[in-house]
């Protein structure tokens, strides 16, 4: 019945779009199709329904692979694991500092499962400094180092205290502040909060596993999300 609705409507938007010189259609035709639409949506308005969820499920799915599979970010875990956990967050989040006990057990115990890791700076100015030095001491290749101890400080992250952690994760500082204004790093930040926006992140941190978010951090409905997804990437195989 979709393919009968889409045939309607291609035949529908050829009779409107179309230059006049080259319309198929007159005025008679034209008044003929959209009843027939009309008529076809009023008496089969589930078609209409079924069509307009397939079209959103193939938006969700363009979103998420887009959420899992952007280059820019630091990830771990089998490339081709079936289960992928986008976690978007705030260095000074404390709720992000309590959830990384839960991402390193994952990390730690799970084979199935790629991390993905997102800079959302939403709560100051030494969240945003925070994350533009993550992702500029990401090329030094010690950025799990560097992620760790910012996110197992408590206290005010100032320039300092941010430069001596980088420096005690093995990371040449003059090198990460001079990359720390680039626009490379500021487009991949308009980048993560598009994102975090399109799943309605409104806070930190927010994880997404396997398309399906977890707002907050809450370990229960963390696992039980994780379950479902092994559930479901075991039947699909």
Known sequence: ???????????????????????????QQQAEIRALVRDYLVRNPDVLQEALDALEGRVNQQRWQE????????????????IVIVEFYDYRCPYCHAAMEWVNDTLRTRRDVRFVFKELPILSDQSMEAARAALAA??????????????AFRGDLTSERIDALAREAGIDVARMRRAMASPEITAHLETNRAQAIQYNITG?????INGELVAGFNREALDARLRAAASAARRAR
């Open 1 to 27: 019945m979709i393919a009968r609705l889409l045939s309607i409507l291609a035949l529908a938007f050829a009779a409107f779009t179309a230059p006049a010189a080259a319309q198929s259609f007159n005025a």
């Open 204 to 208: 930190t941190p927010g994880f997404i």
């Open 138 to 151: 990401m090329p030094q290749g010690r950025y799990w180092q560097f992620h760790r101890a910012l996110m």
């Open 67 to 82: 959420v899992r599979s952007d280059s820019r970010d630091f990830s771990m875990g089998p490339a081709d694991a079936p």
